[in-house]
């Protein structure tokens, strides 16, 4: 079992910047990709961004390249993103995901966090 427990959420005007935090704990090397996914009201989740366990790969989807960057650190059990130029369209339940490789991540994410509320208004 992996928990995964997110951090650093609230409530920002656009064009400021926010650092969620993603601590784990259990059994973390079923999860050695780590990730993000989020879910707008009336809208179904989608991939954010995602980071192999040596930091070396990421992948981020197209509305928040540039903009959004995640990190690791493993000694620490904790993936960060930090997000930057914040915009209305933003607004989310931002949810920490883990699973053993991009694809299976990105498709259906074996573990999830109980997500954080982030609200950027205009």
């Known amino acids: 079992q992996v928990q995964l427990v997110e951090s650093g959420g609230g409530l920002v005007q656009a064009g400021a910047s926010l650092r969620l935090s993603c601590a784990a704990s259990g059994r973390t090397l079923s999860t050695s990709v780590m990730g993000w996914f989020r879910q707008a009201p009336g809208k179904e989740r989608e991939f954010v961004a995602a980071?192999?366990?040596?930091?070396?790969?990421?992948d981020y989807a197209d509305s928040v390249k540039g903009r959004f960057t995640i990190s690791r650190v493993n000694a620490k059990n904790t993936v960060y993103l930090q997000m930057n130029s914040l915009k209305p369209e933003d607004t989310a339940v931002y949810y920490c995901?883990?699973?053993?490789?991009?694809?299976?991540?990105?498709?259906?994410?074996?573990?999830w966090g109980q997500g954080t509320q982030i609200t950027v208004s205009s």
């Open positions: 995901v883990g699973d053993r490789n991009f694809q299976r991540l990105r498709a259906a994410p074996y573990v």
């Open positions: 980071i192999s366990w040596s930091g070396g790969s990421t």
